[in-house]
């Protein structure tokens, strides 16, 4: 029993049997095969178990909302035996927590060569390679290593993941992309474009506007993209009033040839403080998300001026605003992209000068846009910076939303996309002292110019602003221009005695090889 206890401990064990045969008459040891005279010990149990979307170096322990249909695992290694290295694992994938359902994957009972990871260190992503999974559906999994030895470790403890709507992200694909700048002059009130002609319901609009002027009948600027007829693709830029100084305009229009779809129309009036505008056919809320713009027909910016856009069904697209002069017209857009996962909440009566809100699961930043909405009860003459908005991911898990001034009561709906596909978002916040116009923000890495856009926050140009003695909003609202590749240009057209801040994003769609850029005419 001492021999074979030495022979499982690695030495090598020697001697000679008597003359019959029957027994060892001496033993002597040669070597000891590990540092420290110990033998070789078997890993331990992996431990900080992760899986996630594309990457699970961070983060996601037993995670909600799984979109790819090739998930990513990792663990952490342990090893007693300190200079001991992981080559194998097994990974083990199964509808049962106890394992005894059915197996959806098993990477091999004998293990599957990995980089090299040393102990106490994560495994590189594991990627899934089992059974197609379904969509809303709770898998567990755990995971073994293998030293470098051959010695097989301890099994981890069983992780879980749940998936959300599943897509191969390969449905969606980059058509055309569209972009310029254009002004509505000086005593007019509306400006038409030309564009090469789209398709309707694989395209949206996004655009920003600098303006100067403290009538709501001036500043306030609706978009529309329309068919004029016979495929005539025009989009009319229109305030209410035509007594006005000139408003500069930036706008990008991208035409997807398949998994995207758009919904869009015109509400010529809201008639009450809430409007419900059907969806046919519906949308999936998961991957859907609106944009609004429009304009007022009263001069004071006051509470009828701010419109809260919310998808509350997957047929009802809801418009909320407060009681407040005039009437107002609102363009919307119901955007539905197949590649990606949606958040949204309402944030009610925000009083306070900031406030934060949580995001679960936790988001990719670099692949992460936020769109947000409000309403608020109070407006007039000095009341314009507690109405205008900054918004930003501020972490994976947190938005955050400020102004400078506080007074006024807000609802505010926000929307985070986060893209599946190769789509790319950069994101940052700008500050401009009293009397800065402009700024250039410099993009690392650079961007491809025929597949990207830029925007802000609320009607996709507004930030925030100190500017209080009137209520202009032009010193928080901005142009967002892609001027080179590796540059953001933001403009504002009021600059003088307020700062602002503003938070920016600029979203990069993967072009495809034969995609068709123009600039609008």
Request: net charge negative; with cysteine; proline share 3%.
């Amino acid at each position: 029993n001492v021999i074979q206890d030495l022979i499982s401990d690695g030495f090598e064990v020697g001697g000679s049997t008597n003359s019959n045969g029957s027994g060892i008459n001496y033993a002597y040891v040669a070597f000891n095969t590990e540092e420290g005279g110990g033998g070789n010990s078997a890993p331990t149990a992996p431990t900080t178990a992760y899986s996630n979307d594309t990457s699970a170096q961070s983060g996601q322990t037993n995670p909600n909302g799984i979109t790819d249909p090739t998930p990513a695992f990792s663990a952490i290694y342990n090893d007693p035996d300190s200079g001991d290295i992981a080559n194998k694992y097994r990974v083990e994938v199964n509808t049962a927590s106890d394992f005894g359902g059915t197996v959806m994957w098993d990477s091999g009972a004998s293990g599957t060569s990995m980089t090299d990871t040393t102990a106490g260190n994560r495994c590189p992503d594991i990627t899934y390679a089992g059974t197609a999974l379904a969509s809303g559906t709770t898998y567990y999994w755990r995971i073994t290593f293998w030293d470098d030895d051959g010695t097989e470790g301890a099994v981890s403890a069983v992780q879980n993941f749940t998936t959300g709507s599943l897509t191969s992200c390969s449905s969606v694909v980059l058509n055309a992309f569209y972009e310029a700048t254009t002004q509505i002059a000086a005593s007019t009130n509306i400006t038409t474009v030309d564009i090469a002609d789209v398709d309707m319901s694989k395209s949206f609009l996004v655009f920003s506007a600098a303006v100067d002027h403290n009538s709501s009948m001036c500043t306030q600027i609706r978009g529309n993209l329309y068919d004029a007829g016979s495929g005539d693709i025009k989009i009319d830029f229109e305030r209410y009033e035509s007594t006005c100084p000139v408003a500069d305009i930036r706008y990008y229009v991208a035409e997807f040839s398949s998994g995207v779809s758009v919904q869009r129309g015109t509400k010529t009036e809201l008639t009450s403080d809430t409007i419900n505008v059907p969806l046919s056919p519906t949308v999936d809320t998961g991957k859907s998300f609106p944009l609004i713009s429009g304009f007022v027909s009263s001069s004071t910016h006051d509470s009828n001026d701010f419109v809260e856009a919310e998808i509350t069904a997957n047929n009802n697209l809801q418009l909320r605003k407060n009681t407040g002069s005039g009437t107002t017209k609102v363009d919307w857009q119901v955007i539905e992209y197949g590649c990606s996962t949606v958040q949204k909440n309402t944030i009610s009566s925000w009083a306070t000068a900031s406030t934060t809100d949580t995001l679960s699961p936790t988001v990719d930043l670099s692949k992460s846009w936020l769109i947000y909405s409000y309403k608020t009860d109070n407006g007039g003459d000095t009341t314009m910076a507690e109405n205008m908005v900054r918004g930003r991911i501020t972490a994976d898990n947190e938005l955050t939303f400020d102004r400078d001034d506080t007074g006024s009561n807000i609802d505010l709906t926000w929307y985070l996309v986060e893209f599946n596909d190769a789509t790319t978002v950069k994101h940052g916040t700008e500050d401009f002292a009293a009397g800065d116009s402009q700024e250039n923000v410099t993009l690392s890495p650079s961007v491809s110019l025929a597949s990207s856009f830029a925007l802000g926050g609320m009607y996709m140009r507004g930030g925030k602003s100190a500017h209080d003695s009137d209520d202009n909003p032009g010193y928080g609202w901005f142009t967002f221009d892609l001027t080179a590749d590796d540059n953001l240009q933001i403009t504002r057209n009021a600059s003088t005695g307020a700062a602002a801040d503003v938070g920016w994003f600029v979203i990069e769609f993967d072009p495809p090889t034969t995609l068709y850029r123009s600039v609008g005419t």
